[in-house]
């Protein structure tokens, strides 16, 4: 394809994929009002009356400090819902669009990374999410009585998107670990070495980029990014025994990476005369010219 080519395709993807992202909006805009508000609410509505808000009736409810804030959370929740709904059909077009420059293995690869990002993004954010009630209990249970927490829409919004976004990324590390293994970057020796490096930087990681900046969330991060990081470790193991077991096959394994492979490039002997008689195929021994002549008539 040419270069005009390209860039027309490259149009059309994007023109589909933000439809699809368009329509995933606007399906969210309607489910806002039934039960996707309350299940964002949810964490903050589960908690004690006296760590919250509540009106007369003992209803909860989040804060609205001026006039197009409820507009403004309505939406920005309708589109990041709309980007997540949507992906099969954003990733798919993307899918489609750097295919055909991929080679056989390179699409297993490709496909394999993808499903484990997505569920690796998936199981990070489920964490959050069951974490978060946990979390704000012990952060606003921290202002001692007589005091009663009041969160704005907007606070609370991005407060939840930010630990969402925080775990699910976080929970992508482990699997850049694999994938720079499986380029040959990163061995299984040089990660087994700085496992205690990793580990102790994992658990700093995870203090640094919680949002509650508790304890509590920050080990509910933590440990299963080291659960996935020794995974990891692990898999770059048998990655690494595979490919020892391989080159001890080939027998270029003791040789320099510019160094010759020793080929033997002189011409071997022709012991036998394939002929074919028919529909198969018979061994013959050398023959001289007339026999020769005489058998392939």
């Not at 059309?12 to 969210?28: D, E, F, P």
């Amino acid at each position: 394809m040419t270069l005009v080519a390209h860039l027309a395709e490259l149009r059309t993807r994007v023109g589909r994929s933000l439809l699809a992202v368009l329509l995933a909006t606007a399906v969210a805009f309607w489910w806002y009002e039934h039960g996707l508000g309350d299940f964002i609410r949810a964490p903050y509505c589960g908690l004690p009356d006296e760590l919250r808000y509540s009106d007369a009736d003992g209803g909860c409810g989040l804060l609205i400090t001026d006039v197009f804030g409820g507009a403004l959370i309505r939406l920005k929740i309708s589109f990041i819902v709309g980007i997540v709904l949507s992906a099969p059909a954003w990733l798919f077009q993307l899918w489609r669009f750097v295919t055909p420059g991929l080679e056989r293995d390179e699409k297993l690869y490709g496909i394999g990374f993808a499903a484990a990002s997505s569920g690796l993004f998936a199981l990070g954010s489920a964490l959050a999410y069951v974490s978060l009630a946990a979390g704000l209990r012990l952060l606003l249970g921290l202002a001692g009585d007589g005091v009663v927490v009041a969160l704005t829409a907007q606070d609370y919004i991005g407060f939840v998107i930010s630990l969402l976004l925080a775990f699910g990324v976080s929970f992508e590390l482990p699997l850049v670990a694999v994938m720079l293994n499986l380029a040959g970057v990163l061995s299984y020796a040089a990660l087994s070495g700085a496992r205690r490096w990793i580990f102790f930087l994992t658990i700093v990681f995870a203090a640094f980029v919680t949002p509650t900046q508790d304890p509590f969330t920050m080990l509910v991060m933590a440990a299963p990014m080291v659960l996935l990081f020794e995974t990891a470790i692990q898999i770059a193991r048998l990655v690494d025994r595979r490919r020892a077991r391989r080159a001890a096959t080939e027998g270029f394994s003791d040789l320099a990476d510019d160094e010759a492979s020793p080929l033997d490039t002189a011409p071997s002997a022709l012991d036998d005369l394939l002929v074919p008689t028919g529909r198969r195929a018979e061994l013959h021994p050398p023959a001289g010219p007339a026999d020769l002549e005489r058998r392939t008539r």
